[in-house]
T-cell receptor
């Protein structure tokens, strides 16, 4: 895949278990933090976002947590499925810079059946 | 509704040549951003166009340029290609400025030999 050279961290989980993917960000001024998923051979796909003035947001099977004190973002996936296997990226957006996304290195999620 | 279309999907060029990549955003989307994805550097922002104007530019040399047409279609050009320009180039479209949900195409895989 595109990110093998970065020696991305890999998270292996059993199907049906919950997954937690972590991300450390750098810019305290970012307005939004976003999670994207990239499957092999495809472009990144939006999962969920969270505004900087929130600390938790839930979607369908996913929850994003934001800890601004330690500049940490996490994505929790409930009841992980084989289709969740992908590379997950956190990204920051600062509205002053338009739609520019600053991506983290990524985490590989492998789901074992 | 058609997704983001990037052409060509694959391209092989020789050092010193130039290349033009094309991106057709989702109908109605006015913002188009370009990203370079490599194993060593991950996903990096190149530039963003909105209503035919470049709104933001990443830290890439002047050999990388782009433009957007009145129908929101965008092209990026890389002149005097170097081996290090080999990458997956991704285009993302957004409905408006400040939208966190970007829709990515499948990318153009450029190989420079």
């Amino acid at each position: 895949g595109e990110n093998v050279g970065l020696h991305l961290p890999t998270l292996s989980v059993q199907e049906g278990d919950n997954s937690i993917i972590n991300c450390a960000y750098s810019n305290s001024a970012s307005d939004y933090f976003i999670w994207y998923k990239q499957e092999s051979g495809k472009g990144p796909q939006f999962i969920i976002d969270i505004r900087s003035n929130m600390d938790k947001r839930q979607g369908q099977r996913v929850t994003v947590l934001l800890n601004k004190t330690v500049k940490h973002l996490s994505l929790q996936i409930a009841a992980t499925q084989p289709g969740d296997s992908a590379v997950y990226f956190c990204a920051e957006m600062y509205m002053e810079y338009g739609n520019k996304l600053v991506f983290g290195a990524g985490t590989i999620l492998r789901v074992k059946s | 509704k058609a997704g983001v279309t990037q052409t060509p999907r694959y391209l092989i060029k020789t050092r010193g040549q130039q290349v033009t990549l094309s991106c057709s955003p989702i109908s109605g989307h006015r913002s188009v951003s370009w990203y370079q994805q490599t194993p060593g550097q991950g996903l990096q922002f190149l530039f963003e166009y909105f209503s035919e104007t470049q709104r933001n530019k990443g830290n890439f040399p002047g050999r990388f340029s782009g433009r957007q047409f009145s129908n929101s279609r965008s092209e990026m050009n890389v002149s005097t290609l170097e081996l290090g320009d080999s990458a997956l180039y991704l285009c993302a479209s957004s409905l408006f400025q400040g939208g966190t949900e970007a829709f990515f195409g499948q990318g153009t895989r450029l190989t420079v030999v």
